[in-house]
């Protein structure tokens, strides 16, 4: 009996990965029960992510070292150090963290693609790091250039230090970031370490992370880090070295809260947390260093606070895309059902922290269905982030767009970019998982794997697998098995919940028609019976060299409703493939104008693969109608169009565009053609420092109320107190004696706009601005139209002036002449 348990335990030994993120799963301490196979052990040869990494590797991370070089990172770290002069050269005391991440992706590519000349890059910048770390191992560019005043103005404009505080870690539990640095810093030191086999890096991160142990802890500085992130940087840490000190460290910092902010998931002891609340990366980097603490600490009372914020996330806080957080205010969560689609923040980061937490939560439990919402969002919403050239990014993922948005090559807070890096570099280590002799097939993809059994006779035994598919595309999946000498073992396939008909976990998200058809799977041929038990077809036999399982996911083509209570999808279906959700973009259709689109229920949808388009994709075709005109509450003047639907992560990658995820199949939700107007045919301008689109303000998108953000706006934030105004130039003299504004006032959200003090109205007038006469004047209306009816006057130009209340500002949501 001895020796058999000796066995088992050298087996899991051999056998453990750690987490599925990238570089997690290439550590030997891990104690989750089931172990991602490392993305070193795997090999893509498929046609859709292969690429896409291989863009990451060539395109995407040279083009972040350049930008990090020019926008002043790099530089921060010179100065530092003493070896260049001036100020904090960018925008955010946490742009340190930018670099950290973009060496952890450049690593993680190091290990599948050796390449010297960006290892010596990387050795470059660590010297630059450790010369810019001070003596006893803090590091934090901004405070160390602050206080050596070496000269040169801060550009943080005095974000720095309101943020960072007169001292060390004075604000760390605000918005200083100094942990949430560190954090990226050690998961970039592990990355690099196993990369090389260098300690160049490391060494740097773990004298930061025993001056951090000495400051923090029970009885020590007990303050909570503002951004979570740390706590995943010392579980690395801690798996690397063996050092219980780190992991001790993570846990503090999780059980430490319960004192402050829910934007900061500081509200409530981390066990009592039984809503999504505040930031959304901040959140999903808690819950994921939860679930590590929870597997390496043994820390079972993290688990039921961890499946009661899954469930209530899933329940009415995601989108069809798998993008969490709605909000662009606070980055994050509002209330349940809040998920507007034109307004959808979505942010890039947060995509990658859902996933994380999503593999977590699987390897904590064996359940598919976080796979199914990880794949979701690694299709969708995360994929998007990035351009197919590799070289543009999203910040924010809309669902609607109205030729109002378009990728940026970088971001003044360019927390995205790398983090898409770090996360393509390590795709290939999500795809498999082992838990003794049973081994999980996550995702599909071509590729191949080789993991370790033991046989009957107490021997390890080398299984290869090799998988082969044309996925998403298509839902026929091969894998060839072959162990060194036969081996009973059980292989799980997952079976996607939209493969047995589940649009998505729980009930926000449902298939108009719930197609079961039978899933095939043959074993050398032949009809294979099998049980599913936790979304998993369950093959235990034993297996020998050239046997072949065969699997054949049905790829309908379904229409998507959302739950009643998501208003902003009331009336609409979305498209779905597989796991890949489609949008209409304009310049695929006879007509741009997909706003404007409707789509019949029982509308036939073809699909094509269209090589040549948007780097090979499957296309949807079906037929819609343009909504010239509405006739009635249940009638309207419809033309029909033939329309073409593209996978939502392709869009945007031909210039602004139209773009729509939910489509109208209801008279009473479509919106109609706009007719032309005095103020949408006139010029519009505005005063100085206006954000937006100034056709925002007459395109005839009617708001909700005054903090509704589905539709576009023009504000003046973060001008405060001031006078601006928006002016109409018209194409020739009208005369006109009526304006209405419906003002944009997000207070009932917690924003910084409010309607105006005061307006008035001015008209052009011999080379001059005079002020409309109001024989009745009224007070500025919120929530609804602010109408000011004056005598009629004959103009070419009118203009609206209004003043800012003190402290806040203010935006507009349409202004109509009449």
């Not at 280590?429 to 009957?456: D, K, P, R």
């Not at 949807?620 to 109608?625: E, H, K, Q, R």
Request: charged residues 20%.
């Amino acid at each position: 009996m001895k020796h058999i348990i000796l066995l088992l335990t050298l087996h899991l030994l051999v056998s453990s990965r750690g987490l599925a993120q990238a570089g997690e799963n290439t550590t030997p301490n891990s104690s989750y029960g089931i172990q991602a196979i490392p993305f070193t052990e795997v090999s893509l040869q498929d046609q859709f992510w292969k690429p896409r990494i291989e863009t990451v590797q060539q395109v995407t991370i040279p083009h972040i070292l350049k930008q990090l070089e020019e926008t002043g990172r790099i530089r921060n770290f010179e100065i530092a150090a003493g070896s260049q002069t001036g100020g904090f050269c960018s925008a955010y005391p946490f742009d340190d963290s930018d670099v950290y991440k973009t060496i952890e992706g450049a690593s993680y590519s190091l290990q599948t693609k050796p390449d010297p000349a960006l290892e010596a890059i990387l050795d470059t910048l660590i010297a630059k790091i450790a010369a810019a770390q001070e003596p006893d191992g803090y590091l934090y560019c901004w405070r160390t250039i602050h206080e050596k005043g070496s000269g040169g103005s801060d550009a943080t404009g005095g974000r720095g230090g309101s943020w960072a505080g007169a001292e060390r870690w004075m604000k760390t539990d605000g918005l200083s970031h100094e942990l949430y640095n560190l954090g990226h810093l050690y998961e970039a030191a592990v990355a690099h370490h196993l990369a090389t086999g260098k300690n160049n890096l490391l060494d740097i991160a773990i004298k930061s992370a025993d001056l951090v142990d000495q400051t923090f802890g029970w009885g020590k500085l007990e303050k909570a880090p503002g951004h979570q992130e740390i706590e995943l940087g010392l579980a690395k840490l801690y798996r690397l070295t063996g050092n219980k000190r780190y992991l001790d460290l993570a846990k503090f910092f999780l059980d430490v809260r319960g004192y402050g902010d829910p934007y900061m998931q500081n509200h409530k002891k981390v066990t009592e947390q039984d809503a999504v609340v505040g930031h959304a990366v901040r959140a999903c980097y808690m819950y994921s260093a939860m679930a590590d603490v929870a597997a390496l600490a043994d820390a079972d009372d993290y688990i039921p606070a961890l499946l009661q914020l899954w469930h209530e996330v899933i329940a009415g806080k995601v989108y069809l895309t798998g993008g969490i957080g709605s909000a662009g205010s606070n980055e994050g969560f509002t209330e349940a059902y809040d998920l507007p689609n034109f307004s959808a923040y979505c942010e890039t980061c947060s995509s990658i922290a859902f996933a994380l937490w999503n593999q977590r939560m699987f390897q904590l439990s064996g359940d598919a269905k976080y796979i199914d919402v990880f794949e979701r969002t690694l299709y969708n919403a995360l994929n998007a982030g990035m351009s197919l050239n590799g070289d543009r990014f999203f910040y924010p993922n809309p669902l609607e767009s109205r030729k109002n948005v378009e990728r940026s090559p970088w971001f003044t807070c360019a927390c995205c970019p790398p983090n898409v890096a770090r996360f393509f570099t390590s795709l290939p280590g999500y795809v498999y998982a082992q838990q003794g002799n049973t081994v999980y097939v996550n995702l599909f993809t071509s590729s191949e794997t080789t993991v370790t059994n033991i046989n009957s006779r107490l021997q390890f035994v080398p299984v290869k697998l090799r998988q082969t598919t044309n996925y998403p595309w298509s839902g026929i999946v091969t894998i060839e098995v072959t162990p060194q000498k036969p081996n009973t073992f059980q292989l799980n396939i997952r079976i996607p919940g939209w493969a047995r008909g589940d649009a998505f976990p729980g009930e926000l998200y449902s298939f108009t028609n719930k197609d079961e058809d039978n899933i095939s799977i043959k074993v050398n041929g032949k009809t294979t019976f099998f049980s599913i038990r936790n979304g998993y077809a369950e093959i235990e036999r034993k297996w020998k060299k050239g046997d072949v399982v065969e699997v054949a996911l049905p790829m309908h083509i379904h229409q998507v409703r959302a739950q009643e209570s998501v208003e902003a999808d009331a009336g609409r279906i979305a498209l779905q493939r597989g796991p890949i959700v489609y949008c209409l973009e304009g310049r695929d259709q006879e007509d741009e104008r997909v706003l404007n689109l409707m789509v019949r229920s029982d509308a036939p949808v073809s699909t094509q693969f269209e090589p040549e388009l948007l780097g090979g994709i499957q296309t949807l075709s079906l037929t819609g109608a343009l909504v010239e005109k509405k006739t009635g509450p249940m009638d309207a003047d419809l033309k029909p169009v033939r329309l073409k639907a593209i996978p939502y992560y392709a869009w945007a990658n031909r210039g602004k565009d139209y773009m729509a995820v939910w489509l109208p199949n209801e008279v009473q939700s479509a919106r109609p053609v706009a007719q032309p107007t005095l103020a949408s045919t006139s010029k519009a301008t505005g005063s100085v420092g206006f954000k937006g689109e100034l056709t925002a303000v007459s395109d005839q998108w009617i708001p909700n109320d005054a903090a509704d953000k589905g539709n576009p706006i023009v504000h003046w934030w973060p001008k405060f107190g001031t006078t601006e105004w928006l002016q109409y130039e018209f194409k020739r003299p009208e005369q006109v004696g009526t304006v209405r504004i419906y003002w944009f006032d997000d207070e009932a959200t917690g924003g910084g706009c409010r309607i105006p003090k005061k307006r008035r109205v001015l008209y052009f007038d011999n080379g001059e601005w005079r002020p409309v006469y109001v024989p009745e004047p009224t007070d500025v209306v919120k929530d609804g139209w602010d109408e000011i009816n004056f005598e009629p006057v004959n103009t070419k130009a009118l203009r609206l002036e209004f003043e800012l209340q003190e402290g806040v500002s203010a935006g507009v949501h349409e202004w109509e002449v009449k």
